[in-house]
């Protein structure tokens, strides 16, 4: 069939564009999320170090000369049971808004988007819904949240404090009762604060991957593009050390979240021996430094059972939404052996490896 004069097109992204991307960017998002959006850009697409030869993962799609729509994502390299793998992030999805409800992307050749082996994305119960009609399998994942100043969420949602008050002294009880059953030290193991990535991290990485899950490789390079190098953000990176040995580290964050302080445990790696004691270690220091910042709580996602379970063990409880997360797979057609892996369980997730937490 011949294209029309007026049928939208879609290429690869070239840099000449970016000033063209950028305007649609600010006519596509509010001021405050299009300004976050292209305060990361060069970081998150254009450098990425694991950028496919071809350049960034990043699409538009014209119609006529105006842009009218976007994906952005980035690659990423993944350990599935054994074996590398790269897996696409397809995070940022949208048409501009004069353009919204023209099956814009109904109307190209998308499958040039999906080149990787397998495709990951984030998104509220809509998205996973339209996802779905495109191949994609949608998992709800249930955020987990610790309550760290119960007066300030209290003040913060119903504006009395009196009921801050009394919320104040139950937390300081509860504190005082649980304290010294909560810290365990850990063989000859000791928490540090580290100040950057080092090669410890390989050696962690490769006594952590497993042999049987789907999980990004968070090796040093790795960790050093998503949470040292990036520029609009400051993280907090907790390790477990004995002796020259790292047995664990936790990458946490604190920030302002409608007007108020909070804190996510961003990402997590333990060393498959050392799980229940190295990661109640890091889990106590993260939430103790958090609190020291004035985090009234604190939130991360964990799609593994047994971290599930010591996060529990340390105050976190599911929390129950009303438009819920979804983490959503998708594999080329290509890769028939990977279709075991659409099945989000056999994936070790954090908030980490999506959108979720850049967005803030």
């Known amino acids: 069939m011949t294209p029309v004069a007026n049928d939208p097109t879609m290429r690869r ?22 300004a976050r959006i292209i305060s990361q850009w060069a970081w998150k697409y ?25 994906v952005a994502g980035f690659r990423l390299p993944a350990w599935i049971a054994g074996s590398l793998c790269e897996v696409e992030n397809l995070g940022t999805w949208v048409v501009h808004p004069d353009y919204r409800r023209q099956r814009i992307w109904w109307r190209v050749d998308n499958r040039q988007v999906y080149q990787a082996p397998i495709a990951i994305a984030w998104g509220r119960r809509l998205s996973a819904r339209i996802g779905t009609k495109g191949g994609w399998v949608p998992t709800r994942m249930n955020a987990m949240l610790r309550i760290l100043d119960p007066a300030q969420m209290i003040e913060h949602f119903s504006g009395s404090r009196v009921l ?17 059953f909560r810290r365990s030290p850990f063989g000859n193991g000791a928490v540090v604060r580290l100040g950057g990535v080092d090669e410890r991290c390989d050696s ?22 998503r949470y040292m190098d990036r520029p609009d953000a400051e993280y907090l990176l907790f390790g477990v050390e004995r002796g020259s040995e790292l047995l664990g580290i936790l990458v946490a964050r604190s920030t302002t979240r409608n007007g108020m302080r909070w804190g996510y445990l961003v990402d997590f790696l333990i060393a498959n021996k050392n799980v229940e004691g190295v990661f109640g270690l890091l889990i106590q220091a993260a939430l103790e430094e958090l609190r020291r910042r004035g985090a009234a709580a604190a939130s991360c996602y964990a799609s593994d059972p047994h971290c599930r379970r010591i996060l529990n063990q340390h105050g ?15 594999i080329h057609p290509g890769r028939p052996d990977l279709t075991q892996f659409m099945e989000s369980r056999r994936w070790y997730i954090t908030m980490g490896d999506g959108d979720l937490e850049l967005a803030s």
């Open 164 to 180: 801050a008050s009394l919320g104040a002294a139950a937390h300081t009880a509860t504190r005082v009762i649980t304290d010294p």
């Open 13 to 34: 992204y070239s840099l000449t564009e970016q000033p063209e991307v950028f305007e649609f960017l600010r006519a596509s998002f509010s001021a405050e999320e299009s």
């Open 46 to 70: 254009e450098s990425n170090p694991f950028n496919p030869p071809e350049g960034p993962i990043v699409f538009v799609i014209r119609q006529g000369t105006k842009v009218v729509s976007i």
């Open 204 to 225: 962690l990485w490769e006594h952590s991957r497993g042999e049987d899950r789907a999980i990004v490789i968070r090796n040093s390079r790795y960790l050093q593009w």
């Open 316 to 330: 976190f409880f599911s929390v129950p939404q009303r438009n819920p997360i979804h983490f959503s797979l998708k």
